[in-house]
């Protein structure tokens, strides 16, 4: 299992901005597909957005146009771009790594959206 720390949650007011961090240990970073999911209170987890090796991005409705998401390899990070952010993105944002049978969490970081 690859391990996961995520870092950069707050609290942000409602429009504005915040940039979370996931650094992923090992030496496989490359290959792994990595994903942001969260998870409000009383909710599912769900996808936010995920990113493949290749690059290829995929996004939740709600996060398209507001949410980029991206990886420096070299850094073993993935990273979620979080603009125009509503109160309704409050949760705890978890990062996800899958390669193959491989499926990794980390522990979680808080993003609270309020005035």
């Known amino acids: 299992q690859v391990q996961l720390v995520e870092s950069g949650g707050g609290l942000v007011q409602p429009g504005g901005s915040l940039r979370l961090s996931c650094a992923a240990s090992g030496s496989s970073f490359r290959l792994y597909a990595m994903a942001w999911h969260r998870q409000a209170p009383g909710k599912e987890r769900e996808l936010v957005a995920s990113?493949?090796?290749?690059?290829?991005?995929n996004y939740a409705d709600s996060a398209k146009g507001r949410f980029t998401i991206s990886r420096d390899n070299a850094k073993n990070t993935v990273y979620l771009q979080m603009h125009s952010v509503k109160p309704e993105d409050t949760a705890v944002y978890y990062c996800n790594a899958r390669l193959f049978a491989m499926n990794s969490w980390g522990q979680g970081t808080q993003v609270t959206v309020s005035s």
């Open positions: 990113i493949g090796s290749g690059g290829t991005t």
